[in-house]
């Protein structure tokens, strides 16, 4: 495939908002929208690749993933031991072990599943982990191992290509859309808590200070610990 100077020019512009988000400049809290123009635009590279490699026969998954480790591998690996080297000097022993963990998953591309796992109302801020942004690469490489896969499954089962590709892409434009309206149908709470730890945490805290969770059915209520936790914490700060 021949050198697209405007699909380059296209990823400098979704890079720019995200560089400015993360540099907090106002008027940018929206720019990681970037991430989003970015995989569209692997995902059409990609896909052309595949498709015009499938159809002259010259598509192997071998050469198809070299090309990617080539690509990837070598500022990932720069990144990953400049920021370990740093972490070394700059972190404390519980800090860097949580870097380390996530340079591990990172480089198995599937830290975006070990940071949904890490997220929860006692999780640490984002500013405190180097390698977060990392996720994306993580996703990019998950689709990079499937998509070949499914194209060329559509192929020996003769399905047209644009079916294979119009089905996810509806389901991505809807899936968000459920969520939203999931979101909005129920109840917003501020110190609504969701993993089966988190509430534990919050129910042995609350406890001692007098301040007996509701429960509903033998099970702890999240949103009743919640706001328990909440007023205890406003009382003790002296709130009126």
């Not at 052309?48 to 070299?66: H, K, S, T, V």
């Not at 309206?181 to 709470?189: I, K, M, P, Q, T």
Request: charged letters at 20%; proline letters at 4%; glycine letters at 12%.
């Amino acid at each position: 495939m021949k050198y697209r100077a405007d699909i380059d020019g296209l990823r400098a512009l979704a890079v720019l908002p995200v560089v400015l988000y993360h540099a907090s400049i106002p008027g940018f809290g929206g720019g990681f929208v970037g991430v989003d123009i970015f995989f569209v635009i692997s995902g059409y590279l990609i896909s052309l690749i595949l498709l015009r490699e499938q159809a002259d026969g010259r598509f192997r998954f071998g050469a198809f993933y070299a090309r990617r480790v080539r690509r990837l591998f070598p500022a990932l690996v720069a990144v990953l031991v400049a920021t370990l080297v740093f972490g070394g000097f700059a972190l404390f022993a519980d800090e860097y072990e949580r870097l380390a963990r996530h340079a591990y998953y990172a480089i198995a591309f599937v830290l975006n599943f070990r940071l949904m796992q890490e997220a929860g109302y006692f999780d640490v801020a984002s500013s405190a982990k180097p390698l977060l942004h990392l996720w994306s690469l993580s996703v990019e490489e998950q689709f990079y191992l499937v998509w070949p896969v499914v194209l060329l499954g559509a192929r020996r089962l003769r399905v047209d290509a644009g079916i294979v590709i119009v089905v996810p892409a509806t389901g991505g434009v809807i899936n968000p859309l459920v969520l939203v309206a999931a979101d909005l149908a129920g109840v917003s709470e501020i110190y609504r808590v969701g993993g089966a730890q988190d509430r534990a945490e919050i129910a042995r805290i609350a406890q001692p200070l007098g301040d007996q969770p509701e429960r509903c059915g033998g099970a702890i209520e999240p949103g009743a610990v919640g706001r328990e936790f909440a007023i205890g914490a406003h009382d003790r700060d002296g709130g009126g």
